[in-house]
């Protein structure tokens, strides 16, 4: 099993930027993926961005792309979700989640993912 714990989320303004974490603990060497989702009011939950962990590769939602940035911390066992320029439309429940090597499914889909953290809110004021 793998455990996930997230951090980071708050109230920002639009424009601004907040850093999410995400904290593995457990069988971290079968998560080979760690993906950011969200789920705003009303909505489904929607691929934000995912990194794989081994070499760093990452896929963006086009939503966020060049705003929003994934990387990883190999000896904190921890993801980060760099959020930059921030709109209203951010606003949501993140979470992370990751998934075991050699899944076939595609890495947007949130079937795909094994593991999931509490998530944690984000909201961008006007």
Excluded: H
């Amino acid at each position: 099993q793998v455990q996930l714990v997230e951090s980071g989320g708050g109230l920002a303004q639009a424009g601004g930027s907040l850093r999410l974490s995400c904290a593995m603990s457990g069988r971290t060497f079968s998560a080979a993926v760690m993906g950011w989702f969200r789920q705003a009011p009303g909505k489904e939950r929607e691929f934000v961005a995912a990194i794989t962990w081994a070499n760093d590769n990452t896929v963006y939602a086009d939503s966020v792309k060049g705003r929003f940035t994934a990387s990883r911390d190999n000896a904190k066992n921890t993801g980060y979700l760099q959020m930059n320029s921030l709109k209203p439309e951010d606003t949501a429940v993140y979470y992370c989640a990751a998934r075991r090597p050699f899944t076939i499914m595609p890495i947007m889909r949130a079937a795909s993912y094994d593991y999931w953290g509490q998530g944690t809110q984000v909201t961008v004021s006007s």
